[in-house]
């Protein structure tokens, strides 16, 4: 089990850039792999992106390929999403996630993430 705590939300104007944060404790962490979720009010939760624990495989949602990255500094227990060119439908609470086991293979499925963090808004506006 990992405990997650995000940070780095807030408001930005279309167009800018925000850097999330997921801060995870153990030891453990290194052998997860790690995701991003999000969502907005009365929608369901939507993956964002992963990355496989060694840091060198990473998945993103079509909708933000090309503008966010995901990276992880192991050393740091802390995993990060970096956005940019951001849009109004980008807004929601983003959500980092751990899935249950330490083998992780693609899946996009909230159901498969066993750990997961408080949320932080990330709002753009118009």
């Known amino acids: 089990q990992v405990q997650l705590v995000e940070s780095g939300g807030g408001l930005v104007q279309a167009g800018g850039s925000l850097r999330l944060s997921c801060a995870a404790s153990?030891?453990?962490?290194?052998?997860?792999?790690m995701g991003w979720f999000r969502q907005a009010p009365g929608k369901e939760r939507e993956f964002v992106a992963a990355?496989?624990?060694?840091?060198?495989?990473?998945y993103y949602a079509d909708s933000v390929q090309g503008r966010f990255t995901i990276s992880r500094d192991n050393a740091k227990n802390t995993v990060y999403l970096q956005m940019s060119s951001l849009k109004p439908g980008d807004t929601a609470v983003y959500y980092c996630?751990?899935?249950?086991?330490?083998?992780?293979?693609?899946?996009?499925?909230?159901?498969?993430?066993?750990?997961w963090g408080q949320g932080t808004q990330v709002t753009v506006s118009s």
């Open positions: 996630a751990a899935p249950w086991r330490t083998y992780y293979s693609g899946s996009t499925n909230p159901s498969d993430f066993g750990s």
């Open positions: 153990g030891r453990t962490f290194s052998d997860y792999a």
């Open positions: 990355l496989s624990w060694s840091g060198l495989t990473t």
